[in-house]
C-alpha cells in the first residue's frame, strides 16, 4: 500500500516540476498559435467564450441624422475542460545507478508528452473545419495553400495566419519550391534557397508555416488534415496548469510521480479556418 512519505528531497521534486513547465511551455506548437483562455482558480469546468459580430459601417448624407440601428447581438462557445495525466514510477534502483539527471530526464519526457498531448487534441479539431482544400490521397500543392490563404481573407478572418502540416505533406511543399526531382531544375525562388538550406517552409501567400507530427485525422489510409487558420479559430482553456505530484510506496521502494493537466480545446469561428486534406506519405 502507497504511503506518502517522500524520500525524494525537495531539489530533485523541484528539478522535475522545472523541467517539465519549461518543455511544456516550449514544444507545444500549435497551442500559442490559437486564442488562450484561463480558468483556472473558477469555479466550474465550462467555458463561455464570446463570439462577437462583424460591424459594417455605410454611407451617410451631410446633414441627416444617423437612423438605422446595427444590432450587436453576441453568441457564445462553450469550452468543457478535462483532466489528461501520466504516470511514472521511478524506482529507488534506477535513481541511484543513474548516470544522468534523473530529474531533469523525467521532468522533459512529462512536458514533452503532456505539449504532445494538448497539440494532439487541437489537431484533431482541424478536420472539423468545414472550408477544405486537397483531397484524399493526393499530394498537397503551393496552390492550396494560396487557395486556403485566399479563403481566409475571403471569410474576413482576422490575421496572422497559421499553417500546420504533418512533415510529410510540407515534404511536397519543400519540393516543389526547391524543384527538387524536376529534370530540368530551374533556379528556386528566395524560399526554395532557404527550404534548401534549412528546411524551414517559412512563409507562404501570408501563412506562416510549420510542421508537426501531431497532424494525423484521415479518414482514409494515407490521408491526413493539416489547416490554415486564424488565431480566432480555436480556442484552449487552462483550467489547472501542469502539476507534478509524488506518492511514496515503500513496499515497491519506489516513488510515483503524477503528472496532471486540466484544460479543454474546442472550435470558435468555423469560417476562419481552412482544412488541408492530403497525403501523408512519402
Known amino acids: 500500500m502507497a504511503i506518502t512519505t517522500s524520500t525524494l528531497t525537495q531539489e ?15 514544444q507545444t506548437v500549435i497551442r500559442p498559435l490559437v486564442q488562450n483562455y484561463d480558468m483556472s482558480g473558477t469555479p466550474g469546468l465550462i467555458a463561455q467564450i464570446p463570439k462577437l459580430p462583424i460591424i459594417a459601417s455605410g454611407n451617410l448624407t451631410e446633414g441627416s ?10 453568441t457564445s462557445v ?43 487534441d487541437l489537431a484533431a479539431l482541424f478536420s472539423g473545419f468545414s472550408n477544405t482544400v486537397g483531397g484524399a490521397n493526393t499530394e498537397i500543392t503551393v496552390s492550396d495553400l494560396f487557395k486556403a490563404a485566399a479563403k481566409l481573407r475571403a471569410n474576413q478572418a482576422p490575421g496572422p495566419y497559421y499553417c500546420i502540416l504533418h512533415p510529410y505533406q510540407a515534404y511536397q511543399i519543400k519540393q516543389q519550391l526547391t524543384g527538387a526531382g524536376n529534370t ?13 538550406r534549412s528546411g524551414f517552409v517559412g512563409n507562404i501567400a501570408g501563412l506562416n508555416v510549420f510542421e508537426s507530427t501531431v497532424v494525423t485525422g484521415g479518414d482514409s489510409a494515407g490521408t491526413y488534415y493539416g489547416a490554415a487558420f486564424s488565431q480566432q479559430a480555436l480556442g484552449y482553456v487552462n483550467k489547472r496548469p501542469l502539476r507534478i505530484e509524488q ?12 503528472c496532471t493537466h486540466a484544460y479543454g480545446v474546442k472550435e470558435i469561428f468555423d469560417q476562419y479556418g481552412v482544412a488541408i486534406i492530403g497525403d501523408a506519405q512519402l
Open 12 to 26: 530533485l521534486y523541484a528539478n522535475i516540476v522545472q523541467a517539465a513547465l519549461y518543455t511544456l511551455s516550449e
Open 65 to 74: 441624422d444617423l437612423t438605422t440601428e446595427t444590432s450587436f447581438d453576441t
Open 78 to 120: 462553450e469550452i468543457t475542460c478535462a483532466e489528461k495525466g501520466v504516470l511514472v514510477n521511478l524506482t529507488d534502483l534506477s535513481k541511484e545507478t543513474a548516470t544522468i539527471d534523473v530529474a531533469a530526464a523525467i521532468g522533459r519526457q512529462m512536458g514533452d508528452g503532456m505539449a504532445k498531448k494538448v497539440d494532439e
Open 184 to 196: 530540368n531544375m530551374v533556379n528556386p525562388s528566395d524560399l526554395g534557397n532557404e527550404a534548401l
Open 247 to 258: 506518492q511514496r510506496d515503500a513496499s515497491k521502494r519506489s516513488t510515483e510521480l503524477v
